[in-house]
């Protein structure tokens, strides 16, 4: 005999905000269900059935739904904003595009210049639209290393970019708006042509992530810290995590600075697991993170900082 699932009875919590919300429909997504009747004086007048499914694409796709749609309505727009921005060879597609820039190196200062980064199956290139300039521009045929490289900005925040090698020996760095996207898919369109023999430097960077996945965050906020849903990604250079709602990472942790991990078993976990993760970082205190298999996670980041197996 099985128990009958409980009903679900709406709460009210004050610290619930449209954000957490949205990041709710984003992740998981809802089904509504819903029969109204308008009636005046007793008499019904209107009649509304609904039936529907909230969520983000991400998880339409994931069950199947719209992806018809999705790929067509993906293509028309790529192939719409192409024409304004770059001029696409015959035969050319294009399989990303996102707001960042590319560091000049050239003359006595670094700067940075913003743009628009598109990566085709053909080149990657930083395309500024007004006035429009290709800033920089690369043929896919020529880069031989892909590699994600946080650096500290002028404020103190860590930002991870995009480090590119070229047949030339010559390293261009890239940022980008999400810049563990454009490495993995710029990786995908070279592969088999990457190679760490092109660096100037030995490799320290794992080309794929040590661990990867659906990961919580206990993010400090003014009000009280919040557990947070969204993509964790370990690399042999850093840990980061992402909402979904972020246009970038909201935590980075150079893995040089990982200075402890334990599980805790008695800690209350969004996960369901009933562990918590409690990464000790050099300089940045205690960070708290979640996993539906904590275990796995807690490995990897012993790993990646060199240090003794978890407890």
Known sequence: ????????????????????????????????HLDLIVAVSDVPLIGVSLRA?????????????????????RAWAE?????????????????????????????PSRTWRPGTVWLTDRRLAVVRDEPREVLWESELGVVRGVRLAP??????????????????????LLSAQDPERLHDRLTDACAGRLDDAFWHTSPTVEERPLAEGRLWFHE??????????????????????????????????????????????NGTSPAGD????????????EVLLAAGDSVPWAQALTTAGSLPPAA
């Open 151 to 172: 650096e500290t900005t002028v404020g103190g925040e860590e930002r991870l970019r995009v480090r590119v090698a070229l047949a030339d020996g010559t390293e261009e």
């Open 220 to 265: 400090p906020r003014r009000s009280g810290p919040l557990w947070r849903c969204g993509q964790g990604r370990l690399t042999g250079e850093a840990l980061t995590w992402k909402s979904p709602m972020d246009s970038r990472p909201a935590l980075v942790v150079p893995t040089a600075e990982i200075a402890d991990v334990r599980r805790a078993a």
């Open 79 to 107: 192939r719409s904003t192409a024409r304004r921005s770059i001029d696409l060879r015959d035969g050319e597609r294009v399989i990303s595009r996102m707001s960042g820039g590319h560091l000049l190196t050239e003359g």
């Open 53 to 73: 499914a909230v969520a983000g694409m991400e998880t339409m796709l994931e069950y199947g739904m719209m992806r018809n749609w999705d790929e067509a309505t």
């Open 274 to 285: 009933g562990e918590v993760l409690v990464l000790r970082a050099t300089g940045r205190g």
């Open 1 to 32: 005999m099985t128990a009958e699932a409980s009903p679900l009875h709406p709460t009210r919590d004050p610290r619930v905000t449209l954000d957490d919300l949205v990041e709710v429909l984003l992740n998981k997504g809802a089904v509504l």
